[in-house]
Each structure stands twice: as C-alpha cells, then as structure tokens.
C-alpha cells in the first residue's frame, strides 16, 4: 500500500512544511489585529504596517537598506563584469589564483570575512563608515555576479565581437553594441543576486556598521532584543515581499529579454 | 608602391609561433587586386591562423603583413577595413537583419539616408530584399550566410575574408551559395582570401589557390596548375585522387624520361622541365581519372594488366580499386554501359604527359 514513492512524496511535502511554515507564521501574523504578535488571531488589519510606516526608525533602516543594496548590486555589477571579461576573454599570468580569490569570499565562512576585514581596517587606521559598510557587501556579493556572468559569458561566441570589430567598432563599442546585450540577462540576474543578499545580511553588517546606522535586519535584531513587537511580523512581510518578489521579476524581465533574441 | 603593383595583401617572411609551436613558417604571399585567393589545407595547416593574421584577430610573430601597400602589424582589427565572413555566420542575435549589415556603416559616417539605401543594395546583391526586419533566429542557415556575406560586402572592404563560409552548408546549398559567391565577388571586383579544405571549392572559385599542409605553403598557382602540375607529393595526394608511385629513372633526355616503377615495370614521362639523372630515385604522381582502363584491350607496350578488386559505382564514372602484383592503384573512368566487372583482368594504359614526375 504504501510505495516508495508516496514516502518521497511525503518526505518532499514535509520538507517544504518545514521550511515555509515559520515564513507563513510571519506574514499571517502581520495581519493579526491583536496587540500581541502571537495565536490566536483576532481580527484582520493593517495596523501593523501602518505603524511601520510611522516608526522613523524602522523608515530609516528601509532607506539604508535599499541604498546599500543598490550600490552593492551596481558596484558588484560593474566589478564583476569586468571581471568575468578578464577571465573569460584573456590569458594572463596568475588568472587561476585571482579567480580562485574572486570566487573564495563564498567559501570562508562569513564571520571570518567579517572580523578580518575590520581588524585589517583598524590596523590602517580607517574608522567603521558607510563606505566601508559598502565595501564589505561588495566583498561578499561579488563572487556570485563574477559566477552567473562568466557562464554567461563563456557561451556567448568570440566571433560575434571579432565581426564587430572587423567592421569597425572599437573595444567600447564592442563591448556596449555586442557583449553586453547578449549577457545582460546574466547582469540582471548578478545585480539581482548582490541586491538581495546584501538586503537580507546581518554577519557582516553587524561587525562592519558605523554607530547609529541600521540596516532593516539589524533594525529587527535591535527591536528583538526589547521585545517581540508584531511591528516586526510586519517589517518581516515586507522584507519577504522585497527579497522574494524583485528576483522573481528581474527573472521574468531576463526572460522576456532572452526570448527576444 | 605596391598600388602600383596592383597587390593589394601582402605577406612577408611572416611567422606564427605559439610558444615552441610553429603554426605558420615563413610565408610570403603576394594577393593580387580584385583577385580570388584560395587557402587551401587539411585543419591544422595553418590556414586559418594565416587568414586571421591579416584580418588581425591574431598577432604577427615575425615578418609583416600589408595591406594596399600599408604595414598593419600594429594596425587593429577595426581600423582595417575588412569584410569578415565566418564559419558560424556570427549574425548579431540581438538585432535585425537591417542593424546587422548597416552595423559597419555606423563607423564610417555615412548618412542615414544613404546607410539605408546601402543596406537595401546589399541585401538585393544577396537576393534577400525583403528580410531586412526579420530577427537572425528566424532565417535558415544559407539565409544567415548571404546576410553575413551582405554584412561584409556593404562597408566597401579593401580585402573580403571568407573562414570556411560554406562549411556549414548541407551539401546542395553549398554549391549554390558557391557559383553565388564567385559571382558577387566577381562583380565587386573586391579582393578576397577564401579558407577552406574543400578542394572541390577551391578548384571551382579560385583565380589562385595556395596549398598549405603543416604550416608550409606547398604551392601557389591557378587551380588548373596545382590540379594537373601538383610540386609536391602532398599536393598530388590532396588534390584528387591520385596514384603516387616510387620509380627509378633508367633513362632520361629531351623532356622525357623512362622510369622503372617496381612491379608495373616501365613508363614514360613528362619530366616537366625537371632535370632527372639516370639512376636517380624519384616519385611520379598518376590522377585516377588518367588511367585508362581497357576490358578487351591487348596488353602493349604502353600498358600493364592489373586485376579489378572494388567498384565503386558513381553513376556517370566508377571507382576501380586495381591490384598489379602486391601493388594498389585507382582508376576512374566513364561508365560506358556497365562498370568492368569485379574480378576482371584489364589492361590499363598511362600517357607520359599524365605522369608528373616529384621528387623523392
């Protein structure tokens, strides 16, 4: 009666149980009219988001959150383009360590990045910034644009820009007439890559903050601390929207921008 | 100076070496303007290594390469003023037939208006006028490459380079796409270095075909001269079907000579003005299609037998694959009723003006 498969199917849908019932707990609870952030429900409202809205801290966090994010997403972008140019596109000596250094910030556990970087600061004298803040998502969102972009990029044919070239346009043209459109969507998908994972850490951005700057997980980490607020419920639904819903739209733009090709 | 010659490329003592690999040795090359110039050669003769030097894909490790009498070494790629049409076709996914080929025409300042009425020449030129919107996706492979071709031909080129353009042709479009090819070459009057190791291609577009075999250039010449005066044994045997012989020269005067090949006895040949001494060891190259076959024949003075083993059977002519003692040779010859059988002793007869005596 009971096949192989009916277990795998039942072990599949406890997987999935597991890993979204704490999310959905979340986003229902943010819903919940009641002053407490628990079960049972009460009554529908958007109080909760309402109240967000109105928290300038919470407003503040978003704000850092998204600027972070998309500088981290252009600058890791740009970087990693070029990047995956130089590897892909040229021979050079050392190209095998430099792209096992490229690719190693997914590897050291992010802890490790996160202290070392702000000792090797503080031995050079430089204070915690936003700057530096930035530096370090670009750090660790780099590696993923340099992976999605080369695999792009080793598929797009050498001949397509050899033709440009033959008929006239310099390296730059090249590159923005023909080697840009044709891995853009692979762009798309590393800018996606570093915006979100930026907007979702807290490892690294909690060593590397300057005082006073949140960010909305360390904002939510700070009001854990006093209190289970169903404020966060809220904050919590609205990163949810955030991290899950702009991939799934840069995924369906890349899409409709290969199919035109 | 050399406009004046009416050379258009030309390669001096060039070299191409990848670290202790010598993909190129010294090659000189003179392409004449207007002229259809043939690289022909097994992959890895250097063929296409020596196209892409003079389009400057690839770096010139000794010698120069000039182009209308001017040294472009140094000069890169986009400021040559190539046409370049390649295997792949090398269509821009991303734009329309009519960006494709008016893409070259954005980097020489020509008007828009003009652009356009440039493209729409092209494209008639290449018999596809009514493609311009369409996207390279939905074109057949022979339509991508006339674009190609469109694409290449449109910025006016000093020197059209062709890398294997019909190689990925099935084989009917092929030899359209090649009288096609000639013909729009011929009416532009633009120089042009055509890559290929079809034989077939070259013999049929080339004003001037140039063998190379491991990086050497084997010979230069008109298709018929390397066709029926091969200079090297590896232009014989890349060029048709031919019977390459050992012999020794027993006698020799006034342009000809008798040569002893063992285990078919002796032959007369054409020395082709090559001085040959008595006794010396050479190598005499016989096309199958000049071996006459005789079913009924006598077996004379000028003719040996030899025993029929495979047919195979083409239609118009027969392959023979023929025994004379230990030895293997080839024989074509027209079909007239039915191919000699299998198994058949015939007579087979060699005119010295066939035999095209080589060095050993």
């Known amino acids: 009666m009971f096949s192989g498969w009916s277990f795998i199917r039942l072990g599949t849908i406890l997987v999935y149980v597991f890993m979204f019932a704490p999310v959905s707990v979340v986003v229902l609870l943010s819903f919940n009219s009641s002053q407490f952030g628990s079960f049972p429900m009460e009554g529908l409202s958007f109080r909760w988001f309402v109240a967000l809205w109105d928290n300038a801290a919470i407003v503040r966090a978003f704000q850092t959150s998204m600027m972070l994010g998309a500088l981290t997403a252009v600058i890791s972008t740009t970087l990693g383009v070029l990047a995956s140019l130089a590897m892909v596109r040229y021979t050079f000596p050392g190209k095998t360590a430099i792209s096992t250094a490229l690719i190693a910030p997914i590897l050291v556990p992010e802890v490790v990045l996160a202290v070392a970087l702000l000792l090797f600061l503080g031995a050079m004298g430089v204070p915690k910034s936003f700057p530096l803040l930035l530096a370090g998502h670009v750090i660790f969102t780099l590696p993923f644009v340099v992976l999605v972009v080369q695999a792009r990029l080793v598929s797009v044919k050498r001949e397509y820009e050899e033709a440009a070239m033959s008929l006239g346009a310099g390296p730059i043209e090249t590159f923005f007439q023909i080697t840009l459109p044709l891995i853009l969507p692979a762009v798309l998908a590393g800018g996606l890559f570093a915006f979100t994972i930026s907007f979702d850490d807290i490892t690294g951005t909690l060593f590397w903050k300057p005082g006073g700057v949140e960010t909305v997980p360390t904002q939510i980490f700070a009001m854990l601390r006093n209190s289970i607020s169903p404020e966060i419920n809220a904050l919590g639904t609205v990163m949810i929207v955030v991290t899950v819903a702009l991939p799934l739209l840069g995924a369906a733009a890349a899409r409709r921008l290969s199919r035109k090709q | ?360």
């Open chain 2, 1 to 360: 100076m050399s406009e004046a010659a009416g050379i258009s490329v030309e390669l001096k003592d060039v070299v191409k070496r990848y670290g202790a690999f010598t993909a190129v040795h010294n090659t000189n090359l003179d392409i004449e303007d207007g002229s259809f110039l043939t690289l022909l050669g097994p992959s890895g003769c250097g063929k296409t290594t020596t196209l892409r030097m003079i389009a400057g894909l690839t770096s010139i490790t000794e010698g120069d390469v000039l182009i209308k009498g001017r040294r472009v070494n140094d000069l890169p790629i986009h400021k040559r003023n190539l046409g370049i049409v390649f295997q792949n076709y090398a269509l821009f996914p991303h734009k329309s037939v009519f960006d494709n080929v008016a893409f070259g025409l954005k980097y020489r300042n020509v008007a828009k208006a003009d652009a356009a009425k440039r493209v729409k020449d092209a494209l008639e030129l290449v018999q596809l006028p009514q493609m311009a919107d369409r996207m390279p996706s939905q074109l057949s492979g022979g339509q991508q490459q006339r674009i190609a071709l469109a694409r290449a031909i449109v910025i006016q080129p000093d020197v059209l380079l062709l890398d294997e353009p019909l190689s990925a042709l099935d084989a009917n479009l092929r030899e359209d796409m090649r009288i096609e090819l000639k013909k729009i070459q011929h009416t532009l009057g633009v120089t042009t270095v055509f890559v290929t190791h079809d034989q077939s291609e070259a013999l049929a577009m080339s004003d001037k075909i140039v063998v190379m075999s491991a990086g050497h250039v084997e010979q230069v010449g008109t298709p018929e001269e390397v066709y029926n005066s091969p200079a090297s044994e590896f232009v014989a045997g890349f060029l048709g079907n031919s019977n390459i012989l050992d012999a020794t020269v027993s006698d020799a005067a006034e342009g000809r000579a008798k040569l002893d090949v063992d285990g078919l006895g002796t032959i007369l040949a054409d020395t082709g003005g090559r001085a040959l001494s008595k006794g010396g060891k050479v190598k005499v190259s016989i096309r199958a299609e000049k071996l006459y076959l005789d079913a009924d024949g006598e077996d004379d003075s000028s003719s040996f037998s030899a025993d029929v083993g495979t047919v195979d059977y083409q239609g118009q002519v027969a392959r023979y694959f023929l025994t004379v003692g230990d030895r293997q040779l080839q024989a074509i010859n027209p079909i007239d009723d039915h191919p000699i059988a299998e198994g058949k002793t015939v007579a087979v007869k060699i005119r010295a003006r066939d035999c095209v005596v080589l060095p050993a």
